[in-house]
């Protein structure tokens, strides 16, 4: 099974950036497609982006799009989500997933979790 573990999370202004990192331990990492979901206060937990398991192919909300970047480097089992122009409305515990696919990253539940990473974006 695989174990998600969030970090780079912060304060920041908007109009700012901050970089996420999700660092993965098991065997199999490099089988699945990893993304970011973020949940804010009194909101259901939604979808942010996604990226195959070869990096090939990634999904990004609307609401992120042009923002933020989603890579992955499999030699150090870790997923990166570099977010730029940040506005208040970013502010959310964000999580790393994992699923079988992109599709199914941006449209069901994933199985897998970590546990969050604060991002408050403040003016």
């Known amino acids: 099974q695989l174990q998600l573990v969030e970090s780079g999370g912060g304060l920041v202004q908007p109009g700012g950036s901050l970089t996420l990192s999700c660092a993965a331990s098991?065997?199999?990492?490099?089988?699945?497609?990893l993304g970011w979901f973020r949940q804010a206060p009194g909101k259901e937990r939604e979808f942010v982006t996604a990226?195959?398991?070869?990096?090939?192919?990634?999904s990004y909300a609307d609401s992120v799009q042009g923002r933020f970047t989603i890579s992955r480097d499999s030699a150090k089992n870790t997923v990166y989500l570099q977010m730029n122009s940040l506005n208040v409305e970013d502010t959310a515990v964000y999580y790393c997933?994992?699923?079988?696919?992109?599709?199914?990253?941006?449209?069901?539940?994933?199985?897998?979790w970590g546990q969050g990473t604060q991002v408050t974006v403040f003016s």
């Open positions: 990226i195959s398991w070869s990096g090939g192919t990634t």
């Open positions: 098991g065997r199999t990492f490099s089988r699945y497609a």
């Open positions: 997933a994992a699923g079988a696919n992109v599709g199914l990253l941006a449209t069901t539940t994933p199985k897998s």
